[in-house]
C-alpha cells in the first residue's frame, strides 16, 4: 500500500524553509536599502527590518505545535496545524516578504477573519486542556464553552494589536497602517481605520466558529471536535 502524505508535515517543511530563505534575502538587501524613499517601489530599511522580525517570529511560531505537543501530552489535531501553518505562510511570506498586504487591499482583513476563526476553534480545545480531558466536558454549557472561545479569540487579537503598536513605535514600521506607502501619517479615524478594521473581522471570524461550535455542542454533532486535542505518548508532533 502507498503511503499516506502527512499534508501537516509537507506544509511544515515549505514554510520553514521559505522562512529560513527570507531571513537569508533579508539579510543581504538591509545593507544596501536606503533609509527612506519618495518611490513607493524601493524597499527602505525599516521595511526590510520588519520583513526580518516578521520572519524570526514566524520561526517561533511554527515551534510552537512542537513545544506545546510535547509539555503537554497532546497530540494537535491535523486539521488545525493545516490551517496554521496555511496562515503562517499566508501572513508573514506571501504578506510581508511578497508585499500582498500592499498589492491586495482585502488580504490584510481576510487573514483576520480567518485567524479570528482559527483562535476561536482554538479556544474550543483550550476548555478540553484545562479540564485535563479529551472531550469537551458534558456539564459545562455550550454557551459557556462558547463564550469562552469567543473571548479566547478576542483577546488574541487584541493581543497582536498591541505587539504591532508597540514595534511600530520602537523600529518604525508601519504594519498598522497608520501611514501611506510614501510615508504619509493619516490622522482622525483614518489613522484608527486598520487596527479597528482588524479587531471587527477578528470578532467576526470568532463568532462564526463560536456560533457553529455552538450548534455542534447542543446538537451533538462532530464539527467541533475535530479540533480538540488527544492525548498522544509522541514525543514531537512534527
Known amino acids: 500500500m502507498k503511503k499516506k502524505i502527512d499534508i501537516a508535515k509537507v506544509l511544515y517543511y515549505i514554510v520553514l ?5 527570507s531571513i537569508v534575502y533579508v539579510s543581504i538587501r538591509i545593507y544596501d536599502a536606503p533609509v527612506s524613499s519618495d518611490d513607493v517601489g524601493i524597499r527602505t530599511k525599516s521595511s526590510y ?5 516578521q520572519c524570526l517570529l514566524g520561526l517561533v511560531a511554527l515551534s510552537l505545535p512542537d513545544i506545546f505537543a510535547k509539555k503537554f501530552l497532546k497530540q494537535i489535531p491535523t486539521n488545525m496545524l493545516i490551517l496554521y501553518f496555511i496562515f503562517l505562510y499566508c501572513a508573514i511570506y506571501l504578506g510581508e516578504v511578497r508585499d500582498f498586504y500592499y498589492r491586495f487591499e482585502f488580504w490584510d482583513t481576510m487573514l483576520h477573519t480567518f485567524s479570528g476563526a482559527m483562535l476561536g476553534a482554538l479556544g474550543f480545545s483550550f476548555v478540553t486542556l484545562l479540564n485535563k480531558v479529551d472531550k469537551i466536558p458534558i456539564n459545562l454549557s455550550p454557551f459557556f464553552v462558547c463564550l469562552f472561545a469567543f473571548c479566547f479569540a478576542i483577546t488574541i487579537g ?3 494589536e498591541i505587539y504591532e503598536f508597540s514595534f511600530d513605535g520602537l523600529l518604525h514600521l508601519n504594519m498598522q497602517k497608520f501611514m501611506t506607502e510614501e510615508g504619509v501619517e493619516l490622522v482622525g ?3 484608527l481605520s486598520d487596527t ?7 470578532a467576526i471570524g470568532a463568532f462564526i466558529i463560536s456560533a457553529l461550535g455552538y450548534i455542534s455542542l447542543k446538537y ?3 464539527f467541533i471536535n475535530r479540533f480538540h486535542f488527544g492525548s498522544s ?3 514531537s508532533m512534527i
Open 17 to 21: 524553509v521559505t522562512l529560513i530563505l
Open 49 to 53: 527590518a520588519l520583513m526580518f522580525v
Open 158 to 160: 487584541v493581543a497582536w
Open 189 to 191: 479615524r483614518a489613522a
Open 196 to 202: 479597528m478594521s482588524d479587531l471587527i473581522v477578528d
Open 220 to 222: 451533538k454533532k462532530i
Open 233 to 235: 505518548k509522541k514525543d
